[in-house]
């Protein structure tokens, strides 16, 4: 059998193929081809040099015009920057004072609530709920002898109940993060995908809240199961396929169609930029939860029934859905600091009642 025919054709692919590679550098490609190319491939080896002369001209041609649009700015430069301690807050965002793009539905101005002070408590509201998710886990980790009674010996549900005031305070940190990145001011929102003259000192960016909305409610519905797969274990009305279930929901949450989203405006101004995909997994899970906390109300409230039973029960996820409803729905479309400082302290009010629930299991 006749093996050179074959084998000199392996060894010209494979110094083509080594050839589109370093053209992406240069002239390397064409010197290296020259300087290793066997004598009798000689003749191959030029014609693939010529053709692909042209190609390494154009690649370089494109690579220079890239290199000489590319403008980085300052890798230093924050917002707000020079000083930027933690209580150094930027000036109020134009938009802010822009009656034009507040509209006719809101006041003229809205840059009055954005002062350093106020962004400041607005910034320290939103961590405190800390300190009731540590307490709720020390609870639950200091006193395994009393939830050990209550949930059936089932270490496993104790430690999702000790999980779940944690994952629901670090489910809130892309809020913080996009905050941060805000300034802390809830102001008109501006897609830098579709409006390239975005400016972070005029408008907050929604891209970036889209981003940040889908983490915050995906890992608020682990939360929320958690909290749910503790209190039934497998005694919920699914059974055994509670677990199953949560799993999928987070998958759809997560990995579903992000494109489909409500078309929601309140006061001329768009909000709850979420998916279906993430909404539907979220809303059943906050129904379980509901439920879920009843049951516990059960336990820790004992003498109770009726209305007194579920306002009791059912407070904690209350405070902390209408928290998340006013900021939503309100501070990100009215732009007034003062109702994302409301809203927030119902989140904490909301940490403190479940805290109180846990404390009397």
Known sequence: MN??????????????????????QGTIGRVQIKNT????????????????????????????????NYE??????????????????????????DPNVLGPHLP??????????????????????????????????????????YLDGDTN????????????????????????????????????????????????????????YQFIFVMQYVGLQTFSLGIYG????????????????FLVGYLGNQHPKPKLELFGHSTLPLSWYTIVPF????????FAFLELGHHVFPSDSGIALVVKSIAAPVLIGAGGAIEGLLAETRFNQWIHFFAVVLFNAGFWVQWHMYNNV
Request: aromatic fraction near 12%.
């Open 3 to 24: 093996l050179l025919a074959p084998t000199q054709a392996l060894i010209v692919c494979v110094l083509a193929f080594t050839y589109y590679v370093d053209a992406f």
């Open 37 to 68: 190319c066997p004598p009798i491939f000689k003749q191959r080896c030029t014609a693939i040099d010529r053709k692909l002369k042209s190609r390494t001209s154009y690649l370089m041609l494109t690579e220079t015009k890239s290199t000489n």
């Open 72 to 97: 980085p700015g300052d890798p230093n430069l924050g917002y707000p920057d020079d000083p930027a301690w933690g209580w150094n807050k930027a000036a109020p965002k134009t938009s802010l004072s």
């Open 108 to 149: 003229t101005d809205q840059s009055w609530s954005a002062q350093p002070w106020e962004l400041n408590l607005v910034e320290l509201v939103h961590w405190l709920p800390i300190i009731p998710a540590v307490l709720m886990a020390n609870q639950v980790f200091t006193n395994s002898a009393y939830w050990s009674a």
């Open 157 to 212: 549900r104790q430690l999702l109940m000790l999980l779940s005031p944690i994952i629901a305070f670090f489910g809130g940190l892309p809020g913080i993060m996009m905050h941060t990145y805000e300034g802390w001011q809830v102001a008109p929102f501006v897609n830098p995908l579709s409006n390239p003259d975005f400016k972070i000192k005029e408008y907050n960016n929604e891209w970036l809240r889209i981003v940040a």
């Open 234 to 249: 497998s005694n919920s009305v699914v059974g055994i396929y509670l677990p199953a279930l949560s799993i999928f929901g």
């Open 283 to 290: 809303a059943f899970s906050t129904v379980l939860n509901l």
